[in-house]
Every structure is written in structure tokens, then in C-alpha cells.
T-cell receptor
């Protein structure tokens, strides 16, 4: 069974500082990997995804993530935090290929950005 | 393009009462999902539809939960009777069958008192 671990339920950074949100997965085969963002009282919005190919994936709003198979990680980064980045971030995995599109989510990391 | 539309946004009911949630997916999206998000947790899949067929309902508590997707478009998720532990946000999502990028609706926040 797949599982996702997000280290740190709450991360706080200063505006302009580096954002690093950690995600590790457990899977018998390299999965497809996703990061979603959820603003208060809203649904989840896809930030970026890794399926195949280049392991460094760029997403919206200046975020990027790197798939590291040897570390079973898919950490999310942004060089300079903006106040508008304050939200909850979820890492998710799914089985590659086949007809199973089920996403397994981590518990989320709440990002706060201090002025 | 309209996104995934869910209603109502909020619902407060007393325990043992029935409740229903409605979802209208993005036009042309064959795959529809219902997820439940408990407070402080990530979403968990309840049921997945391919057109009108429920192809994965293994996580749906069938004693009190039911869902339908008539004509392979809109979907309804029902709880009867509701329990206190059902308080959560119920999220609907849709995708093209060959596209792994879900689009989520804004969710329905259910409070059972």
C-alpha cells in the first residue's frame, strides 16, 4: 500500500525567505507524485505533478519540486515566499499507469508567511 | 470554463438526519471522485466513477453512505442517517480518463450536531 509522509504539520517563514515543504512516499514502484494547495474554505488546486521524464518539475506560482527516487522524496520549494503563499499544502501519490487513479494524500503542511 | 461545482457549501444537521451533496463536474470529464477530508487530515477517496459506473467504492461506508451518477454527469452523495463522526469536508473532483490532474470543487463542509 502506498503512503505519504509530510514532515512538519506547520512551517513558518518570513516573506522573501526560502520555502521548503517536505514529502516522502512509500511505494513498491515509483509512483506519480503531486502537490496541491488549499486556501481557506476552498478546494484543492494542483500546483505541479511528476509522472515521467525530468525529475525537476516546475509548477504554478513559482513553486517547483524534485523527484528523488533514491530518497523516495518529492520536496516542494520556492525561492522567495510571498504573503499570498500562506495556505495548506498537500503531497499526494498515485499508482503509475493502469486504471487506478486513486490519490493518496499526506496529512498536509500549513504554511504561514510572516511579514 | 466552469470548474467543478458543488452544493451546498455548508450544511449543519442533527445526528440521525439524512443529508445529500451534489456535484457537477467539468464538462467532458468522464471520471468523477468523492473524497472526504477530516479536520487536520488529507482527503481520502470514498468513491470513483467512470461515466455512470462506480469502479472503486471500497472506502465508502455502505451501511449509511450511498452515491449515484445518473447519465454519467452530475453526482449525488447521500448519508442516512448522519453520525457525529461524519462531520468533515466532502470534496468532489473530476478528470479526463487519461489525465492525472484532478480538478477539485470547493467542497461541502458538513457539521453534524
Amino acid at each position: 500500500a502506498q503512503s505519504v509522509t509530510q514532515l512538519g504539520s506547520h512551517v513558518s517563514v518570513s516573506e522573501g525567505a526560502l520555502v521548503l515543504l517536505r514529502c516522502n512516499y512509500s511505494s513498491s514502484v515509483p509512483p506519480y507524485l503531486f502537490w496541491y494547495v488549499q486556501y481557506p474554505n476552498q478546494g484543492l488546486q494542483l500546483l505541479l505533478k511528476y509522472t515521467t521524464g525530468a525529475t525537476l518539475v516546475k509548477g504554478i506560482n513559482g513553486f517547483e519540486a524534485e523527484f528523488k527516487k533514491s530518497e523516495t522524496s518529492f520536496h516542494l520549494t520556492k525561492p522567495s515566499a510571498h504573503m499570498s503563499d500562506a495556505a495548506e499544502y498537500f503531497c499526494a501519490v498515485s499508482d503509475p499507469g493502469g486504471s487506478n487513479y486513486k490519490l493518496t494524500f499526506g496529512k498536509g503542511t500549513l504554511l504561514t508567511v510572516n511579514p | 470554463e466552469a470548474g467543478v461545482v458543488q452544493s451546498p457549501r455548508y450544511k449543519i444537521i442533527e445526528k440521525k438526519q439524512p443529508v445529500a451533496f451534489w456535484c457537477n463536474p467539468i464538462s467532458g470529464h468522464n471520471t468523477l471522485y468523492w473524497y472526504r477530508q477530516n479536520l487536520g487530515q488529507g482527503p481520502e477517496l470514498l468513491i470513483r466513477y467512470e461515466n455512470e459506473e462506480a469502479v472503486d467504492d471500497s472506502q465508502l461506508p455502505k451501511d449509511r453512505f450511498s452515491a449515484e451518477r445518473l447519465k454519467g454527469v452530475d453526482s449525488t452523495l447521500k448519508i442516512q442517517p448522519a453520525e457525529l463522526g461524519d462531520s468533515a469536508v466532502y470534496l468532489c473532483a473530476s478528470s479526463l480518463t487519461s489525465n492525472y490532474g484532478y480538478t477539485f470543487g470547493s467542497g461541502t463542509r458538513l457539521t453534524v450536531v
